[in-house]
């Protein structure tokens, strides 16, 4: 039980101890792809972020791992996901839509 994640547009209002953290990690995590060159998708799932920033991960190798993360994503992202997970101020982010990720 407790399982249910709440979309993260409401966790600004709802969940700001959770949504600083998000902020951060999503914003590091897209860095790192662009540093690999490869889709933000390829280098790990948002819905691994969101889940392991969700529940606060104490262990986000560990964690990640068990959500499905491959070892070569789990050493790229574990270290940029438990510093996220020490912010408490959230990055300002553009507005965007979860589902505007199509190409230009």
């Known amino acids: 039980a407790g399982d249910s994640m709440p979309p993260t547009k409401i966790w600004k209002e709802r969940f700001p101890e959770k949504y600083a953290p998000f902020t951060h990690a999503r ?14 998708e390829n280098l790990i799932s948002p819905e691994v972020i969101r889940k392991l920033i ?3 991960s104490s262990d986000v190798s560990k964690d990640a791992l068990e959500l499905g993360a491959r070892p070569w994503q789990v050493a ?7 510093a996220a997970l020490l912010e408490r101020e959230p990055l300002v982010l553009p507005e ?3 589902a505007a990720t199509e190409p230009e």
């Open 54 to 56: 969700w529940k606060l």
């Open 27 to 40: 914003a590091a995590v897209e860095l790192r792809a662009a540093e690999l060159n490869i889709p933000v």
């Open 76 to 82: 790229e992202i574990a270290d940029l996901v438990s």
């Open 96 to 98: 965007a839509p979860e």
